[in-house]
């Protein structure tokens, strides 16, 4: 285990894009956008996060996974301070983690209000099951086409 | 900030969260029961939003009051007549049509009011009221569609919500009944006067209606007394007995 002494933000940035979302796994925090702001002061480590939904209960879940990862860096001493304003927004989904949701089979929240396309066959032909799904995050679409139903991750 | 002033802020952010947090645990009583498997989602879904905005509000409440209680505190361990809450929100779900139409009510009053206190000169306020507007925003979308869809449905669907509408009427009043409360928020640029928010509401209010073919009664009569506390239903009681049982059974007791 590496003990932190010369620790940049960068780097900090860069181990907790190696955390998974504990209810997407196939996208980090850092592509989720929950996290605000990283900084480091004297090999102290203060991480900035914010919460998707106010209700979300993953929330304890990605505080806990970044002190274990971060921990295992050998970051032992943080600060994890939660910020509500601005509200999350869908916006500061990243590229990388919109393309993951896809191949993994939940399409991409879209300006529109609805999935663009089915993430299985492609295709446009999509109708909405309902508004709500498995997570706070998720609406219930299905294709038309394929007739396989998706998770739509929601635009807020 | 002078004891008056504070004290009616402490009044204010327990108005905000009680409403959040009766209507989230009445929703919650769905769980497991709703029609349909979807809407049984889409139900705990809406509760978990509120009772998140609930963990705000209370929580700013328990820190402008300063007396060491904590959110937890504030939600489980006061009685009825300590509760802030619009009568509206209590009362009972009795079906899916009432527990959706007091949805759309509650949500038609909301969006613009947590839009006005985005304005708030208190920057606490105006960030729970911005992260609590987009999931408003959203419920508002599913509670009038839904509203319509059931409105102008069947025969026995639109008989089901236009008595929940008549039910539910007397109670919408109390929503725009200001008190020295609001006054005082007012005046300090916290929050808009309720009252302000009427018109505005009332013509959401006709345009859903007439689209999910219901009728609006003409009484303007209104049940009061929920905001202040003064005189609740005695439906609030019993919930708060099943809400509470653990946290008065076992005091402090945590996951």
Redesign the interface.
Known sequence: MSVATDITTAQIWAWLDTVPDPEIPVISVVDLGVIRDVTVTDGRVKVTIT?T?????AMAVIAMDIETALAKHGVHQLELDTR????W?TDWLSDKGRARLETYGIAPPQVAGGPERCPHCKSTEVEK??????T?CKA?WRCTACLEPFDYF?C? | MDQTLKDHLVAFLLRQGDNTLVLGHRTSEWCGTAPAL??D??L???A??????T??WLGYAAEVEGTGRTANDLAFRRDAYDFKNLLMLEVPNEDFGRTILRQFFFDAFQVPWLDALQGSTD?RV???A??????A??HL??SSETVIALGDGTEVSNSRMQAALDYLWPYTGEMFADDATDAAMSGAGIAPLPSTLHTGWRGKVAEVMTSATLTTPDSTFSHKGGRTGTRHTEHLGHMLATMQVLQRSHPGAAW
């Open positions: 919460p939904y106010s209700g979300c209960p509500i304003a601005p509200p927004t099951i309902s508004a709500f799904g498995s706070p219930q929601k807020i | 979807e809407e989602i889409a705990a879904n809406t978990l939003d509120l009772i998140g905005q963990q705000l920057e105006a960030g729970i911005a992260k609590s507007l987009k999931e925003l959203y979308d599913r």
